[in-house]
């Protein structure tokens, strides 16, 4: 089974910052992977996938590099929004599997 | 716009049957570039895909659930539903569905999920 290693599991930070977050991948997972925002009690929203492809209605302060085992999501200016837990998910295995979730708390 | 909307008890006791259907409203699940899916959340943890199926009937089970799972479509309801057995206090959890793509396999529309408590 592929893992999904996801740092920090937490983080603070200001409005406006620049937030990076990474994920890394027991194997190579190739441009699998996809990126989520998930509220408290909500359900997951989809930010980016195939690593760098942006979604549809997701605003332009996502974004999404890496390839292989290595992937990182920026929020180049955090705003009031942002602040959620985001998630990892490769999807070259079936079924693919999450990361443990980085949580974004205000400073 | 897709909607998805689980639908099924909140309390299941132990041992017994977790039943789940998801309607879907905006789109029809007999479209061939989606896989339907299920995925839970324990409270306060990670993801976890359960399993998907594809319009034709297809589908896939995560390997540790796979001997208590069965996941149906009903193309004429437009739904498409989880059974999951012998239910323990282990299966607790958030259970959302949600479409997958096909190509990408990433889940782009997603239910508002329903808790599923196991206790008698």
């Known amino acids: 089974d592929i893992q999904m290693t996801q740092s920090p599991s937490s983080l603070s930070a200001s409005v406006g910052d620049r937030v990076t977050i990474t994920c890394r991948a027991s194997?190579?997972?190739?441009?699998?992977l996809n990126w989520y925002q998930q509220k408290p009690g909500k359900a997951p929203k989809l930010l980016i996938y195939?690593?760098?492809s942006l979604q549809s209605g997701v605003p332009s302060r996502f974004s999404g590099s890496g390839s292989g085992t290595d992937f990182t999501l920026t929020i180049t200016s955090l705003q009031p929004e942002d602040f959620a837990t985001y998630f990892c998910q490769e999807s070259f295995s079936t079924p693919g599997t999450f990361g443990g979730g980085t949580y974004v708390e205000i400073k | 716009q897709v909607q998805l909307q689980e639908s099924g008890p909140g309390l299941v006791k132990p041992s017994q049957t977790l039943s789940l259907t998801c309607s879907v409203s905006g789109g029809s699940v007999s479209n061939g570039g989606y896989y339907w899916s299920w995925i839970r959340q324990h409270p306060g943890k990670g993801l976890e895909w359960i399993g998907y199926i594809y319009y034709s009937g297809s589908t896939f089970y995560n390997p540790s659930l796979k001997s208590r799972i069965t996941i149906s479509v009903d193309t004429s309801e437009n739904q498409f539903s989880l059974n999951l057995n012998a239910v323990t206090a282990a299966d607790t959890a958030v259970y959302y569905c949600?479409?997958?793509?096909?190509?990408?396999?990433?889940?782009?529309?997603w239910g508002q999920g329903t808790l599923v408590t196991v206790s008698s």
């Open positions: 949600a479409r997958a793509n096909l190509v990408s396999t990433a889940l782009e529309y």
């Open positions: 194997q190579t997972i190739r441009s699998y």
């Open positions: 195939s690593a760098s």
